[in-house]
């Protein structure tokens, strides 16, 4: 069993700052690519950041210049730092990692439960 929790959602000003995180625990043997994800009202989920193991980055052109995506790869841990938020970034935000289990060859996605951002005056 594995598990995803996530924190730090909530609500901002525009302009403001939020700073996610995300844990993962249980029979995990090993973790590749973690990343963020967020779903608006009405519309698909899709990519905010993600990061591999040996911490290359990949950012959706939205999140480029305001958020950074980091990770601790001792405690099994995943962050987003959102600076300069704006309404448009309100959403659901997920948690995923590529998690090998210890009873698993092949690696598999987990995700979290979200966290809800919203952004408003």
Known sequence: Q???V???GGL????G???LSCAASGSIFSINVMGWYRQAPGKQRELVARIGSERITNYADSAKGRFT???DNAKNTVHLQMNSLEPRDTAVYYCSADIRTTYSRAPSRYWGQGTQ???SS
């Open 2 to 4: 594995v598990q995803l």
């Open 6 to 8: 996530e924190s730090g």
């Open 12 to 15: 901002a000003q525009p302009g």
């Open 17 to 19: 700052s939020l700073r």
């Open 69 to 71: 995506i980091s990770r």
């Open 117 to 119: 951002v919203t952004v």
